[in-house]
């Protein structure tokens, strides 16, 4: 089962880039996470989609925009690349209180 | 936002120790999770708390959900090599139960020295 599959694993931009990291799950859950990943900081929600069709800021939505495809893809866009955007960025799927899934992670480096 | 204070941060222990890490906060969770991230990929959960005083073991994993409602603690016995990567706690604050409302810890790194 491929769960949870998240593009690009790395990616180095330069200030002022735009890049957009794609997340597809096959569970056929409803829910769906953004979340980045920080040194002493543990994991802090992005955005989050609910359902098809909605979405919603989470902890630390600054920076970031994102799209519900359909009930598999949720991607997260970063307009103007920062260099604090540097992080492990993580998708993840589950039912509204489910178990979360996570894809394996985008490393991505801001010069 | 609200981080969970997780202690200890790092642990450096031999094969075959056992392990003790825990979470705490100000304020009081109905949810508490304990998830593993293996290196390089995501995290995975190990344990789920519904319960205050609620203890539950997965093989050689024991988590509790503290009687305040306000901490729980892992424990491993008999550590493996494979235990190693960082372990998250996650709770979810009373009356939410939502993914979207779930608070992570800061993580404890385990690394078994050979």
């Known amino acids: 089962n491929a769960g949870v599959t998240q593009t690009p694993k790395f990616q180095v931009l330069k200030t002022g880039q735009s890049m957009t990291l794609q997340c597809a799950q096959d569970?056929?859950?409803?829910?769906m996470y953004w979340y980045r990943q920080d040194p002493g900081m543990g994991l802090r929600l992005i955005y989050y989609s609910a359902s098809e069709g909605t979405t919603d800021k989470g902890e630390v939505p600054n920076g970031y925009n994102v799209s519900r495809l359909n009930k598999r893809e949720f991607s997260l866009r970063l307009e103007s690349a920062a260099p604090s955007q540097t992080s492990v960025y993580f998708c993840?799927?589950?039912?509204?209180?489910?178990?979360?899934?996570f894809g394996e992670g985008s490393r991505l480096t801001v010069l | 936002g609200q981080q969970l204070n997780q202690s200890p941060q790092s642990m450096f222990i031999q094969e075959g120790e056992d392990v003790s890490m825990n979470c705490t906060s100000s304020s009081i969770f109905n949810t508490w999770l304990w998830y593993k991230q293996d290196p390089g990929e995501g995290p995975v959960l190990l344990i789920a708390?519904?319960?205050?005083?609620e203890l539950t073991s997965n093989g050689r994993l024991t988590a509790q959900f503290g009687i305040t409602r306000k901490d729980s603690f892992l424990n491993i016995s008999a550590s493996i090599p494979s235990d190693v990567g960082i372990y998250f706690c996650a709770g979810q604050r009373a009356p939410n139960f939502g993914n979207e409302k779930l608070t992570f810890g800061t993580g404890t790194r385990l690394t078994i020295i050979p």
């Open positions: 569970m056929n859950h409803n829910s």
């Open positions: 993840a799927s589950s039912d509204p209180v489910g178990e979360l899934f």
């Open positions: 708390l519904y319960k205050a005083g």
